[in-house]
């Protein structure tokens, strides 16, 4: 008999040992990553499906509250995770879900699980299970649906991990190491703050958004500081030009944000730390290493393409409404609405920070998500 139950703090250890042994667990699923969006106003939810002491499935969901609504929006980031063929624990999760969704009065849930799409061909749980599959790919607010991976699993040493990335990769790397770059681990939250800074003005040239200290903060103290993460700065004359922030759980690597200034983009040192994370990941003995999404612009895909990943498709966005009329001005909104007001206050963003400082573009583009 299942049986689902709320996991809490100071059972984090639990949390992670356990649903770290799931094959489709990801990076998003680690315990931390939840306390990390509590800085965006999330609250998040563990819950695990027990068959009395053995753990069959689990999901991490978080809930943010819509001021002066009494409503809320619900979102199961690269959940659920369950057994193969384990129908009751998943049937399970899916009723707790429910339940939680209307007593937390959710416009709707919204899920994202770390499946390929080629898993729910002929049959899909999730739609059986009352959820309605969207067929975008992207949201604004939600995971890629399309990431680039690299398999980590093939190679037998560090030159044959090399040797797998294109020509003009490893060229790239080799001259960074030429021109006296060196690529090294953070060794404190004040160099985070650093590399932030940096991040901060890439970001505004690339003409995307990025969250603020306060987030970043926190995926040092939930992820960097306790091992699970590094943040790879780019080392020149002394001084910190640029980085890239990993996380690790359950034997997945993924790439979260990266940036140098312009003014050393002949340097290379985007490709030489994207190389140093990928051998790290590959040392740790992690099964892939992921890219965030396959980029937006040909630029960002010709860049990750060098390093030799393979595209992933997931199943993509499964929304459960609970508030059908409400739901449905939500979803126009979200997807007829605001992309283009999106892209207006990115315009806005950019201009305003031009008319305060020089710009300080990047040699490196990355898609925040």
């Known amino acids: ?74 979102y199961g980031q690269k959940g659920p995770l369950w057994e193969t063929g384990d129908r009751e624990a998943f049937h399970n999760l899916l009723a707790r879900l429910r339940d939680d969704a209307r007593r937390k009065k959710a416009i709707f849930l919204r899920i994202d699980p770390n499946m390929p799409e080629e898993t729910v061909a002929g049959h899909d749980p999730f739609a059986s299970g009352g959820f309605t599959h969207l067929d ?18 093939g190679a037998a040493n560090e030159s044959e991990l090399f040797d797998s990335l294109d020509r003009d990769a490893r060229r790239c790397v080799r001259k960074a190491y030429k021109e006296k770059v060196t690529i090294r681990p953070a060794d404190s939250i004040e160099e985070l703050r650093t ?17 603020g200290l306060a987030y970043q903060e926190s995926l040092w103290n939930e992820f960097i500081s306790k091992g699970n993460g590094r943040l790879f700065l780019a080392i020149y004359e002394g001084r910190i030009i640029g980085g890239l922030i990993c996380l690790m759980f359950g034997r997945k690597c993924l790439a979260m944000h990266m940036g140098t200034p312009y003014t050393h983009q002949k340097l290379q040192t985007y490709y030489a730390y994207v190389w140093e994370s ?21 630029t960002q895909e010709a ?64 898609q925040q998500t």
């Open 1 to 74: 008999m299942i049986s689902v139950t709320e996991i809490q703090e100071d059972q984090r250890d639990y949390w992670d040992r356990e649903v770290s042994r799931f094959d489709l667990v990801h990076p998003l699923n680690a315990f931390g990553w939840g306390q990390v969006r509590t800085v965006n106003g999330w609250a998040p939810t563990y819950l695990m499906a027990k068959r009395g002491d053995r753990v069959a499935g689990a999901i991490m969901y978080m809930t943010k509250r819509l001021p002066g609504t009494g409503l809320s929006l619900m």
């Open 136 to 153: 975008h790919r992207w949201t604004f607010w939600n995971s890629p649906r399309d990431v680039y991976r690299i398999d980590l699993k």
């Open 195 to 211: 590399f932030y800074d940096i991040f901060k003005d890439f970001s505004v040239s690339k003409g995307f958004m990025s969250r």
């Open 278 to 298: 990928i051998k790290w990941a590959w040392q740790e003995g992690c099964e892939w290493y992921s890219f965030r999404g396959v980029g937006t612009t040909p």
């Open 303 to 366: 860049f990750k393409r060098k390093f030799g990943p393979r595209v992933v498709s997931l199943v993509g966005y499964y929304d459960l409404p609970v508030h059908p009329s409400i739901y449905r001005f939500f979803n126009y909104c979200e997807f007829r609405l605001f992309p283009d007001t999106w892209k207006s206050l990115l315009r806005l963003r950019k201009r305003l920070s031009q008319a305060v400082r020089r710009p300080a573009g990047a040699g490196c583009e990355y």
